[in-house]
């Protein structure tokens, strides 16, 4: 539950004057107090024991444990704790393998400091903040990636059985007694293939398949 005092953010970074600098204009920002600042990741799990932080920002490229794997101790640890990565590395590989592990957003160093005090409170808020490039390459993941495949692959050795009986003519029943199958089963197997190849009556389903090599 959100505190009715100031958000408290803690920072990690292993350059001192950065740290110390981006530390200060963090706990002069209207309704922010930065409780602590980190040289690595390590600090950082036993530092937030004793100040624990509402949102913490992290640089990926540190000494020992890297930012991107300390997502992870630090969401199981501190699981109140919203994790924001603040790093100079835009590559989509280390976006979306920091988000994966629990960050709930990802800015660039470049981002001016009124910018950063802002997303450290939508953070706060259970928002996803993002630096206008890392948005624009999610976007674009997305719209490179291919379709996902239909589903009429994902056909059963059974429910291919089946098919294949309904097109050489068998009843249900028929075709039950030669799967040695229940009439029932027979018609399960039926809903999940007219789901499976999105169609509604038996013939659609026979004329799909053989269309699209389901069945010879």
Known sequence: ?????????????????????????LD??????CVGTYASAEEALRGLEDAPADVLL???????????????PLRERFPDTKVLMLTVYEDEEKVFEA????????????????????AVRQAREGGSPL??????????????EPAPERRDSTLTPQERSLVRLLADGFSYQAAAEQLGVSINTIRDHLRSVYEKLHVHSRS????????????E
């Open 1 to 25: 539950m959100p505190n009715d005092g100031p958000i408290r953010v803690a920072l990690v970074e292993d350059k001192r004057l950065i740290r110390e600098g981006l530390g200060a204009i």
């Open 28 to 33: 002069r920002a209207k309704g922010l107090a």
């Open 58 to 72: 992290l640089d990926i490229q540190l000494p020992g444990i890297s930012g991107i794997e300390a997502v992870v």
């Open 99 to 118: 988000i994966r592990n629990g960050a709930c957003g990802y800015l660039l160093k470049k981002t001016p400091p009124p910018l950063i005090a802002e």
């Open 131 to 144: 630096s206008p490039e890392i948005a624009r390459q999610i976007v674009r993941h997305f719209q490179l």
């Open 204 to 215: 659609e389903a026979v004329s799909k398949a053989l269309r699209r090599g389901l069945i």
